[in-house]
């Protein structure tokens, strides 16, 4: 397994890694050392303190002490220590203990003990939540000593992890609201990159965060700007073409209807007509999508409408396969994605008798497939029919209307929705033209 996999996808997740790891580990060793050093260190000296004051008052007693002498010990623990102490007569010594320790705590007040108290000794850390106590076997008795839990449980030890939890959050809490504001401008210049590419609005946004990415941004929208201007500026000079051009074709048809009925007027007639249909088809390949805004487009709909219009029209056998569930609808420009899809229905008309058209929506991406039952075209031969002003002789040549721009401006403004449009082999035979679209 490599370590990209098992790396966040994000910036921010990773931002927050290279933070948040580093500060893990500083802390497991913090506390690590805590436990090994400090918190053994006064665990001990808690214990050996204890089972000291608990030895001085037990060797004062002897073997079996009187009741003047334990009033005097009650007396002393109480003044000096404060152990409240008992000694009980009639009841047995229960025994030493016999099981494991539950605590470190515990088995350092054992071993303390086990050191300095030579009679039998039994203590109990878990009957009283405030209060431990320690019995000592007499002769005549059991001696029982209580202490206060916080005699060998060191608060210290909570204090200390509340503290490492407490600072790790707060600075968790900070590198958090940090990095946000580091990756915001980030997400803007990337949601911006995005719209572009996909053909839509992409305006301008308040430069902000760290000086590289403003300068990113600073450059995005330089670019952006450039590319706005090369496109009005063609826009402009398409408009002028189309004027100059029109011009001297609209006086050789004028002086064509002044001509008589022959042989050569008809020659020339249909020699201006295809130049008028290639000067539109030329035109309309330079212009792209104008100035076009996108819309919130249904596009299983919008097919759906231009194959009942074909099989109305042409009556041909074009048929499309629905989803189960409906698309939702997103932003295209209608008009363009509606001359694309016309395109490529058009050819399927000309060189084939029926046509497939299917959709598949997954992973925020729009597939449709035309299909068709034609000659298809060749695959050493599909890259020169995206070209523009390429003719495949063979089959779509000027006497069946080729012009070469059909697919290459359908590629065109499927490439300008940020999409892909490939040719491929079809089922039924023919040509298949797939186009993804991203949502």
Known sequence: MQLRNVLPKTLFGRMLSIILVPMIFVQVITVFIFYDRHWDTVTRHMANNLSAEISI????????????????????????????????????????????????????LWRALGA?????????????????????????GTLRIYASRKRIFSSTSWTFIGWTLGSSILMFSIALLFMRGQVRPILR?????????LGRAAPDYQLEGAREVRLAGRAFQAMRHRIMRQL???????????????TPLTRIRLQLALMKDSEDAAAIRADLAEMEDMIDAYLSFAAGEGEEEPE????????DRLVRQTAKAHGYDIQMALLDEPMPAFPVRR???QRAFENIISNAIAYSTKTRISLRYRNDEVSILFDDDGAGIPAE????????????????????????????ITSDIVLGHGGELTLGDSPLGGLRVAIKLPV
């Open 232 to 246: 009005n500026e063609r826009t402009e000079m398409l408009a002028g073409v189309s004027h100059d051009l029109r």
């Open 57 to 108: 008052l037990v060797d004062q007693l002897g073997n079996a002490p009187n009741e003047e002498l334990i009033d005097t010990i009650k007396k002393t623990g109480w003044e000096y220590f404060n152990f409240p102490i008992q000694f009980d007569a009639e009841t047995p010594f229960a025994g030493s203990n016999s099981d494991n320790p539950q605590s470190y705590a515990e088995e350092m």
């Open 189 to 197: 210049l990337a949601n911006a990159a995005r719209q572009l590419g």
């Open 335 to 337: 008009k363009s994605i």
């Open 381 to 408: 031969r599909r890259a020169d029919a995206l070209r523009p002003f390429i003719r495949l002789e063979e089959s779509r040549n000027r006497k069946t209307g080729g012009t070469g721009l059909g697919l290459s």
């Open 296 to 303: 919130e487009t249904q596009i299983e709909t919008l097919l």
């Open 116 to 140: 300095r108290l030579a009679r039998p000794w039994r203590t109990n850390v878990d009957s009283d939540p405030h209060l431990i106590y320690v019995d000592v076997k007499f002769d005549n």
